[in-house]
């Protein structure tokens, strides 16, 4: 259990970095004005953790829960957690939940939103 927890966190220190060094490079390049970088992270981390997933899921890859804990909880857990949300909502599509993927994607972009205002709001007071 301490290798699966070891593996997470050397891989969540890799897509922290990562996460850092692009958005800042990207910034550079398209200037601060809109967060392109940030739309990049996360369609990056969205690709990298559908296709960690269709490689485990179809036993492609040896020891796929040490890959799952390494690449899709470490690294793609550090670079963005949207792509997690990203993979679960496309999972409820492909289950048949239409309802439920609206759900999870409206859902959480509104919290997010909502909660992202309470925390600047509270942070201010």
Known sequence: M????ALVAVGG???SVGRFWLAIAVARLTGPHFPWGTILINVLGS???GWLAGLTVAGRLPQPDLVRAFGM??????????????????????QGQPWQAAANAFGSIILCMIATTIGLWLARA
Request: charged letters at 10%.
């Open 2 to 5: 301490i290798k699966i927890y």
């Open 13 to 15: 220190a890799i897509g």
């Open 47 to 49: 690709c990298a953790i």
């Open 73 to 94: 909880a470490g690294i793609c857990g550090g670079f963005t957690t949207f792509s997690s949300f990203s993979l679960q909502t496309v999972e409820l599509l492909r």
